[in-house]
């Protein structure tokens, strides 16, 4: 007998096809760690700008800034409290972190979480 040794077309496409299942799981899971590292790190900068805000609030003549600009700057002693306000971790735009009024005293706020769909929002202090 003349038996040749090798793989059938059906096993290699069943390899493969496991290898593609395995890859796009492996892919799927990626993306999801990505967009949570994303939301944590939008977390971290609304933190970070409402303690400026604290900080600006204590130091010039308690009140708030009225925006969230490029930077937080009181005026009347130059004192710098954030520079560079954070930017967007997926797409490095400024101005993904708003100043919501609509309650007192106000609350930092990012509407770009990729994960949950809430916008993350944190009060301000001081009234």
Do not use: W
Request: glycine fraction near 6%; charged fraction near 15%.
């Amino acid at each position: 007998m003349n038996m040749k040794k090798g793989f059938t077309l059906i096993e290699i496409l069943v390899v493969i096809t496991i290898i593609g299942l395995l890859a796009a799981v492996g892919v799927m899971s990626f993306t999801t760690a990505q967009k949570k590292a994303r939301d944590a790190a939008r977390k971290t900068h609304v933190s970070e700008i409402k303690n400026a805000f604290e900080q600006y609030f204590s130091d010039c003549a308690s009140a708030y800034p009225a925006t969230v600009g490029t930077s937080i700057v009181c005026a009347s002693t130059s004192t710098t409290f954030l520079n560079p306000v954070p930017t967007d971790p997926k797409d490095g735009l400024t101005g993904s972190y708003t100043l919501d009024t609509s309650t007192t005293p106000g609350r930092i706020c990012t509407s770009k979480m990729e994960v949950q769909s809430n916008p993350y929002c944190l009060n301000l202090q001081q009234e």
